[in-house]
């Protein structure tokens, strides 16, 4: 008899409203944003010059926003429950920027699945989930919703 391999991640039949997970943390460093900077093009003096930044309302350097967000996608995928199961990111609703990510803050992902959704056609079911991107301090520097379309179980 064959032994079928799992998956580490949850299948859309397993995902429950008021299911909650959370990540290990990741700091982030000046590395990231300059090599952020150069991929993105986005060399914003905030971001970028450190003397430039000493005179703006936060006193020194923040992370682009954009890059927070892309590290709180993989903060979501390291909790390991959409591994292998995950079949597109769908969107991203009503996210806000709360609070600004420094360079050498240690930010980590909270998560709740508020809405499971059965799409057949597709393969599998759309998931909602809560996230919030918390820092070392755990103040929310970002949240809103994301959509993701989760496989079914084989069959």
Sequence with gaps: M???IRSRGLYFEEFVVGQRFAS???TVTEHDVMTFAGLSGDYNQIH?????SKSTVY????????LGLSIATGLVMR???????????????QWKFAKPIFIGDTIHVEVEVIETKSVPRLGGGSITIAVKVLNQNNETVMKGN???LIASQPA
């Design 59 to 66: 006193g020194q350097r923040i992370v682009h926003g954009v």
């Design 24 to 26: 290990v943390g990741r």
């Design 79 to 93: 909790i390991g429950v959409l591994e292998g199961t995950v079949l597109a990111f769908r969107e991203i609703d």
């Design 2 to 4: 064959e032994n079928p």
């Design 146 to 148: 994301w959509i993701a």
């Design 48 to 52: 970028t010059d450190a003397e430039f």
